[in-house]
C-alpha cells in the first residue's frame, strides 16, 4: 500500500491544522493507522494510533484532549486533526499502516510508511 500524507502547513501557537493520509488500494480497511512525528535531532515519536474499524483509538499523553485520529474507509484516508498547537508540536508528521489490527504504538510495528508533512508552529 502506498500513503500519501498532506495538510501540513505553519500556524500560530493555538491554531489548528487537520492532517490527512490517503492511501492506495482497496484494502484499507484491513490496515491498522497511526501517526507519528519526527522534529530535527529527534527520534521518531508515536501519535496516535486507531483500529481498522476506527472504533478504537489511542494517544500519547503529550496530544491527548487535543489530538483526534479518525478514518474514513470509504475515502482510504485516515485524519489527525490537531487543535491547541503548540511550537513543541512543531515537526515532520508521518502516517503509517499495517495489515491486521489492534494498536500499534511503536514504528517497528508499522510495515508502510508515507513520505512525511512538515508543521510548523510558531510562538
Known amino acids: 500500500v502506498q500513503l500519501q500524507a498532506s495538510g501540513g502547513g505553519l500556524v500560530q501557537a493555538g491554531g489548528s491544522l487537520r492532517l490527512s493520509c490517503a492511501t492506495s488500494?482497496?484494502?484499507?480497511?484491513?490496515?491498522?493507522m497511526g501517526w507519528f512525528r519526527q522534529a530535527p535531532g529527534k527520534e521518531r515519536e508515536f501519535i496516535a494510533t486507531?483500529?481498522?474499524?476506527?472504533?478504537?483509538?489511542y494517544y500519547t499523553d503529550s496530544v491527548k484532549g487535543r489530538f483526534s485520529i479518525s478514518r474514513d474507509n470509504a475515502k482510504n484516508t485516515v485524519y489527525l486533526q490537531m487543535n491547541t498547537l503548540k511550537p513543541e508540536d512543531t515537526a515532520v508528521y508521518y502516517c503509517?499502516?499495517?495489515?491486521?489490527?489492534?494498536?500499534?504504538?511503536?514504528?517497528?510495528?508499522?510495515?508502510?510508511w508515507g513520505q512525511g508533512t512538515q508543521v510548523t508552529v510558531s510562538s
Open positions: 488500494g482497496r484494502t484499507f480497511s484491513s490496515y491498522a
Open positions: 486507531l483500529t481498522r474499524s476506527g472504533r478504537t483509538t
Open positions: 503509517a499502516a499495517d495489515q491486521g489490527n489492534g494498536l500499534r504504538t511503536s514504528t517497528h510495528e508499522y510495515e508502510y
